[in-house]
């Protein structure tokens, strides 16, 4: 599997809001999603992705997000194989998120 890039919620969040546009696909389950979720993410379970990647379009920059940043590790690498131009991993994933950037998302 490819080596993907991190970034931080932080980062993420200032990037942002500096009007940078990133895909955020987020790799968890729809019950997950039901609990915590960041506005405007595209949802595809990771057992899912490998199957419907072709609904991404690889020359966008992608942000693969989940619960501690496991599960979308490994979505990265994969979309990074497959040809994806510009992949990051959200560094602790949705939970990192909701205690650096919006507390507005529970935690669980």
């Known amino acids: 599997m490819t ?3 991190t970034i931080t919620p932080a980062d993420l969040a200032a990037r942002l809001a500096q009007g940078e546009s990133f895909v955020l696909l ?8 039901a ?32 619960h501690h940043g496991i599960r979308s590790a490994r979505a990265a690498g994969h979309l990074a194989s497959s040809g994806f131009r510009a992949v990051f991993n959200l ?18």
């Open 35 to 66: 609990l915590a979720r960041i506005d405007g993410v595209r949802a595809i379970p990771l057992g899912e992705l490998v199957r419907r990647a072709g609904e991404l379009d690889p020359d966008l920059p992608t942000v693969c997000i989940c």
């Open 91 to 108: 560094a602790g994933g949705i939970d990192r998120w909701s205690a650096e950037v919006d507390a507005r998302i529970p935690r669980y």
């Open 26 to 33: 987020d790799v968890r389950e729809p019950v997950e999603l």
């Open 3 to 5: 080596p993907v890039a």
